[in-house]
């Protein structure tokens, strides 16, 4: 059974910061690509950053220079540092990742969501 767990998620003025963490747990053959996604409000699911296992980073445009995705993969653990929040990006926060049990197979795992408001 593999698990992924999200913490750092809570109420932020604008302007400020908060660090999301997502941690996986259980039988964890390799850690490939891993994520975050957000949902806001009556809106879909969104790709908001993302990491290979070589390191490469992918990040929407809306949250490009002020979002950094990092993993530490000795704890297998992924982080979303997020600077000079705004309103709009209030959602749910979703951890994803890519998840080998065994050789030669890989699912998709996700975590249960951390809300993150910020005011204005």
């Known amino acids: 059974q593999v698990q992924l767990v999200e913490s750092g998620g809570g109420l932020v003025q604008a302007g400020g910061s908060l660090r999301l963490s997502c941690a996986a747990s259980g039988s964890i053959f390799s850690l490939n690509a891993m994520g975050w996604y957000r949902q806001a409000p009556g809106k879909q699911r969104e790709l908001v950053a993302a990491?290979?296992?070589?390191?490469?980073?992918y990040y929407a445009d809306s949250v490009k220079g002020r979002f950094t995705i990092s993993r530490d993969n000795a704890k297998n653990t992924v982080y979303l540092q997020m600077n000079s929040l705004k309103p709009e990006d209030t959602a749910v926060y979703y951890c994803?990742?890519?998840?080998?049990?065994?050789?030669?197979?890989?699912?998709?795992?996700w975590g249960k969501g951390t809300l993150v408001t910020v005011s204005s």
């Open positions: 990491t290979t296992s070589g390191g490469t980073t």
């Open positions: 994803n990742a890519d998840i080998s049990r065994f050789l030669h197979e890989s699912m998709d795992y």
